[in-house]
């Protein structure tokens, strides 16, 4: 009787620390998730990974010898669930690494209501995420246009001079910098607007 007895208050305590395992890593698992999303764009600003530009501050002299220059091409895109026109005053500008360059966006709220936007990058080819150095951006940062409102946002940077002695992509002479505006909700982005939703009368 008592070897029973001691067997169950053996399982019982089994089952406790299974349960308290399984808890843990639920809730292990669960606060990765919470903070992959943030970690991997830290990650990324700070590596250049997948093409996302470094930011930094501007450079404080001059490299010396001249470099070649890079052809920065601006390409400007707009999420269909968001009435703006968006487009950089200059298409493309010739970089000399090293040297800050400055390009202004120009927004325009097409829509009948006030709709806030919020702009995320990319910079292709993705190797050159790493050498592009954004010194002031709009990017990531909530704006709000009334109806028929415009609003122009400077982009400051330079190309960083490492990028001359890259032994993969040295010798590239151009780049493109991608910018797509989406609707924001809380801060972030919302690449697809919801669905409205059906209605049936029964």
């Known amino acids: 009787m008592t070897d029973a007895k001691e067997q169950q208050k053996q ?4 089952a406790r620390w299974t349960v308290i395992a399984c808890a843990g890593v639920v809730l292990g698992m669960g606060g990765l998730a919470a903070v992959s999303a943030p970690l991997y764009s830290m990650f990324c600003k700070a590596t250049g990974y997948g093409g996302t530009p470094l930011v930094g501050a501007a450079p404080t002299a001059a490299m010396g010898e001249a470099l070649a220059p890079v052809s920065v091409r601006f390409d400007t895109n707009v999420s269909k669930a968001l009435s703006w026109r968006f487009q950089p005053e200059q298409s493309r500008v010739e970089a000399v690494p090293g040297q800050t360059a400055t390009v202004f966006f120009k927004v325009t709220n097409t829509g009948p209501a006030p709709s806030t936007g919020i702009a995320v990058f990319n910079v292709q080819p993705d190797l050159m995420g790493s050498y592009f150095v954004k ?9 709000t246009l009334q109806p028929g409102e415009s609003a122009e946002f400077p982009l400051v940077f330079y190309v960083d001079p490492a990028l001359r002695k890259d032994p993969d992509i040295g010798t590239l002479s151009e780049m493109t910098l991608s910018y797509t505006y989406y609707p924001s909700k809380n801060g972030s982005p919302v690449a697809e607007a919801p669905k409205p939703r059906t209605t049936t009368n029964f």
Do not use: I, K, P, S
């Open 11 to 14: 399982a019982a305590r089994g």
């Open 135 to 143: 010194v002031q951006c709009f990017c990531f940062d909530e704006h």
